[in-house]
T-cell receptor
């Protein structure tokens, strides 16, 4: 079974530029999560989808971050404009429906904002 | 204060020795996950615990959940260089959260020869 795929793996941009990250979850996983992990900290949830609907985006900085999950499969996370403090690893995770199921993570995208 | 506290923050263990990492939640646990992370990489799923008193083992790693204390421990027996990395606990602490996780800050494990 293929794992969670993310691209790109690394991205370097200047502040005020825009950037987008892509995630392809494990086939059949209805729930998809985007986390932000700042160096030295644990991941922090940004947004959670159930199929193509948002169930929790309470910690998403909506003035600059946006995310979508069209057709309930792939998802994109966008930052526009980026700030220095957005430098982090952005992790995508997915799980089958039902909290008794494991949550699996992708390799992450490391973003550096200069 | 942190919802999820991990201890220790880091530890150095000699190859062949045992080690234990603890994770304590300030909220009710509906599920407790353990992951391992290599620097700059994604999280590798180790174990998930959901029931009080539950204990799971995989190879040389054992995790336990004490529901009453809202605490979990991860124990590695006879550590090897492959056990080096950052260990993260993630907790499902909201009754109808669709399984979103709060994470601890992680424990860095270094295994010396």
């Amino acid at each position: 079974e293929a794992g969670v795929a993310q691209s790109p793996r690394y991205k370097i941009i200047e502040k005020r530029q825009s950037v987008a990250f892509w995630c392809n979850p494990i086939s059949g996983h209805a729930t998809l999560y985007w986390y932000q992990q700042i160096l030295g900290q644990g991941p922090k949830l940004l947004i959670q989808f159930q199929n193509n609907g948002v169930v929790d985006d309470s910690q998403l900085p909506k003035d600059r971050f946006s995310a979508e999950r069209l057709k309930g499969v792939d998802s994109t996370l966008k930052i526009q404009p980026a700030k220095l403090e957005d430098s982090a690893v952005y992790l995508c995770a997915s799980r089958k429906q039902g909290r008794e199921n494991e949550q699996f993570f992708g390799p992450g995208t490391r973003l550096t904002v200069l | 204060s942190q919802e999820l506290e991990q201890s220790p923050q880091s530890l150095i263990v000699q190859e062949g020795k045992n080690l234990t990492i603890n994770c304590t939640s300030s909220k009710t646990l509906y599920g407790l996950y353990w992951y391992k992370q290599k620097y700059g990489e994604g999280l590798i799923f180790l174990m998930m615990l959901q029931k009080g008193g539950e204990e799971k083992s995989h190879e040389k790693i054992t995790a336990k959940l004490d529901e009453k204390k809202q605490q979990s421990s991860l124990h590695i027996t006879a550590s090897q260089p492959s056990h080096a990395g950052i260990y993260l606990c993630g907790a499902d602490t909201v009754a109808d959260s669709w399984g979103k996780l709060q994470f601890g800050a992680g424990t860095q494990v270094v295994v010396t020869p």
